[in-house]
C-alpha cells in the first residue's frame, strides 16, 4: 500500500512540472512568443477596452500559450486616452490582482499571467499624479505616459518603462521624462531583459545604452510600426536592428495593415529570424520559440528556412499601406538599365562612396508584365529625417528598386492591379563602402523582397573590417534572388539634432526637448521636457496615429 502511494506521488509530481514546463537557469533556451494583435476600432472608448481585454486574456489563457515564460503584447493595443490608469512602482512589487487599486483591465490581466505562471508584457497609457512636483508635470496636475508594464508569473509588476522618443501626434498629448529611463528586468529561468518602445529604436536613448553600456543580450519590444519603403519596413528593420547588435529580439507588432501597421517577430541575432511574419489583412498570429540564451546561440539549431528557386511571378504584399522614405530624393544615384546583366559601379555622394558589383539572369522577357527598374544609391550626411519626425544622420548604400525611370517612384510598389514579373533574378550582388568611426553609430543590412520580408540572413555574406579611421562594410548575396525591393547597407548616426515637433516655443509652458548628449564621463543627461497643452489628450489619442 505504501508503495503504491509513493509511486502515486512521483507520478503527481511529475506530471505537476510536466505541466509547467518552466524553463529554468541552466538550460540553454526560454519558451517566448510575441503577438500580432489589431487592435478594436469600433465602439465606444470603453468597449474598445473591453474587447481588447477579452481577445488578450483569452491569449494568455489559451492552449496555445501553454507553458511559455514569456508572452509579449505590443503598443497600443489595450487602453486609450479616455481610459488611462495608474501603474505601481515596480520597487513595491505589487499584484494589481491583490491590490486591485488600478484600472480593472490591469488588473485583470495581472490576475491572467498569475493564472498561467507567466511573465507578460503589456503596453499602456498611464497617468501618473505629479502635482507636488514643480517640475516635470503637466500643468493639469497628471502626466501621461506610453507606458510598458512587466507582469511576472505572480502578477506582480516587476518593471516599467516610459516612452522616450515619441512618434507624430503623441508629442501633443503625451509626456516625456526629463532623463530617458532605462528598464531592465531579471527572470527566473536566468535571462535579464531590456525593454522600449517602437520609435525608440531609431535613436541612441534607450536602445543603444541598453546594449552597449549595461550589456543587455536579450530585449522586448512591443510596437504600433509604420512601415516605410525602401529600409524600413517593421520585419526589415527589426531582423536587421537584432542582426547589427547580436541580441535576441521579441518584436510585438499592432496589426493594421491598411494603415502600414503589421509585421512582429522573434530574432536571434546574427542567426537571423527564428520565427516572423507580416500580414495584409486583419491577423492575430502568436509566434512562439525557444530562444537561445547568448552564451549557447553556437549550439543552437535555427529552423530551416525554405529558400525558392527564381521564377517569373512571385508572392506580393499589395494591400499594406506604406510609407515612402522621402530622403532618397537627395541620395546620389545611377539608374540601371532595363535589361542589365552585370553592373560595375563606383557612386560617391561627396566623399562617402559605395562600390557595387551586380549580376542578373534572364528568366522571360514577358510582355504582358510590369517589371521593377533598379537604381544604386549611396548617400551621407545629415539632412535626413526618421519618416519626417526627428532629425537624422544616415550613410546608406543601396540597390532599390523602381516602379519608373523617375527617381521619385523609388520607394513604392506597384499596385495591386498591375500584373508584376520578375524578368530577371539577381545571382550576385556585392556592395562594399568605408563608413567613418563615431561612438554612437549602429550598421545593419537592410533587406526585404515584394513579400516586404527581409532576405535570410543564410543568403548573404556580411564583413566589417576595422580600419584607423573607418570600418569597411560589404554584403554580398549568395543565392538566386527575383522579387529584390531593397539589398544594402544601412547606418544609423544617431544625431543630437532635435525637432521641436510643432510645439510653439513662443509659449511660456512649453520647454522644445532636445536630444540626450554624453558628457566627458560618458554619462547621458537628457535637458527638460516640455510642458503639455491637456486639452489636446483626448483629441489626437482618439485617433490611431502610432
Not at 490576475?111 to 512636483?133: P, Q
Not at 548573404?460 to 548575396?477: C, D, H, K, P, R
Amino acid at each position: 500500500m505504501y508503495i503504491k502511494c509513493a509511486v502515486l506521488v512521483v507520478l503527481l509530481v511529475a506530471e505537476f512540472q510536466t505541466t509547467l514546463q518552466i524553463s529554468l537557469p541552466n538550460d540553454e533556451t526560454y519558451y517566448a512568443a510575441v503577438v500580432e494583435f489589431p487592435p478594436s476600432s469600433s465602439g465606444t472608448a470603453k468597449a474598445k477596452v473591453k474587447d481588447n481585454l477579452q481577445r488578450m486574456k483569452a491569449i494568455i489563457e489559451s492552449e496555445e500559450t501553454r507553458d511559455l515564460d514569456i508572452l509579449v503584447f505590443p503598443e497600443y493595443v489595450l487602453n486609450n486616452m479616455e481610459w488611462k490608469t495608474f501603474v505601481p512602482d515596480p520597487l513595491q512589487k505589487i499584484a494589481p490582482c491583490d491590490i486591485p487599486n488600478n484600472d480593472w483591465f490591469l488588473t485583470e490581466m495581472s490576475c491572467a499571467a498569475r493564472s498561467r505562471n507567466l511573465y507578460v508584457v503589456i503596453n499602456l497609457l498611464e497617468k501618473e499624479f505629479c502635482g507636488n512636483r514643480t517640475i516635470d508635470c503637466d500643468k493639469s496636475g497628471f502626466n501621461t505616459y506610453n507606458t510598458n508594464v512587466v507582469l511576472d508569473r505572480q502578477g506582480r509588476v516587476i518593471s516599467r518603462y516610459r516612452k522616450t522618443n515619441l512618434y507624430r501626434y503623441e508629442w501633443y498629448s503625451t509626456n516625456v521624462k526629463v532623463k530617458p529611463e532605462l528598464a531592465t528586468f531579471d527572470t527566473d529561468f536566468g535571462v535579464t531583459f531590456g525593454h522600449f518602445i517602437c520609435f525608440d529604436m531609431l535613436f541612441y536613448e534607450p536602445s543603444m545604452v541598453l546594449i552597449n553600456e549595461l550589456n543587455i543580450t536579450d530585449i522586448i519590444y512591443p510596437t504600433y510600426w509604420f512601415s516605410e519603403l525602401p529600409f524600413l519596413t517593421a520585419v526589415q528593420l527589426q531582423e536587421g536592428w537584432a542582426f547589427a547588435n547580436d541580441v535576441n529580439l521579441l518584436a510585438a507588432n499592432a496589426n493594421y495593415p491598411s494603415e502600414q501597421n503589421t509585421g512582429s517577430g522573434i530574432y536571434a541575432g546574427k542567426l537571423g529570424r527564428i520565427s516572423a511574419s507580416i500580414y495584409e489583412d486583419e491577423t492575430t498570429k502568436v509566434h512562439k520559440a525557444r530562444v537561445p540564451k547568448h552564451l549557447n546561440r553556437s549550439t543552437y539549431e535555427m529552423p530551416p528556412i525554405t529558400i525558392e528557386m527564381p521564377t517569373l511571378e512571385t508572392k506580393r504584399l499589395t494591400k499594406i499601406g506604406l510609407l515612402r522614405d522621402y530622403n532618397v530624393d537627395i541620395f546620389r544615384t545611377k539608374l540601371l538599365p532595363s535589361n542589365f546583366t552585370a553592373v560595375k559601379e563606383l557612386i560617391c555622394h561627396n566623399t562617402f562612396c559605395c562600390q557595387f558589383d551586380v549580376n542578373r539572369t534572364l528568366i522571360s522577357n514577358s510582355q504582358l508584365h510590369s517589371s521593377y527598374l533598379y537604381r544604386l544609391a549611396a548617400f551621407s550626411g545629415v539632412n535626413t529625417t526618421h519618416q519626417r519626425m526627428d532629425p537624422s544622420e544616415l550613410s546608406i548604400c543601396a540597390v532599390i528598386a523602381c516602379t519608373s525611370t523617375d527617381l521619385y517612384s523609388c520607394g513604392y510598389i506597384f499596385p495591386e492591379g498591375v500584373p508584376v514579373a520578375n524578368k530577371y533574378y539577381f545571382n550576385y550582388i556585392n556592395i562594399t563602402g568605408k563608413f567613418r568611426k563615431a561612438n554612437r553609430r549602429l550598421i545593419m543590412p537592410s533587406t526585404v523582397d515584394g513579400a516586404m520580408m527581409p532576405l535570410p540572413v543564410t543568403t548573404f555574406v556580411w564583413n566589417e573590417i576595422e580600419n584607423a579611421n573607418s570600418t569597411e562594410v560589404s554584403i554580398t548575396l549568395n543565392s538566386s534572388k527575383a522579387d529584390l525591393l531593397t539589398f544594402g547597407i544601412w547606418a544609423n548616426y544617431y544625431t543630437t539634432a532635435v525637432s521641436s515637433h510643432n510645439l510653439n516655443p513662443s509659449l511660456p509652458e512649453v520647454l522644445i526637448p532636445t536630444r540626450p548628449t554624453p558628457t566627458s564621463a560618458g554619462i547621458l543627461h537628457t535637458p527638460k521636457v516640455f510642458g503639455i497643452l491637456s486639452g489636446l489628450f483626448v483629441l489626437f489619442f482618439s485617433i490611431k496615429t502610432f
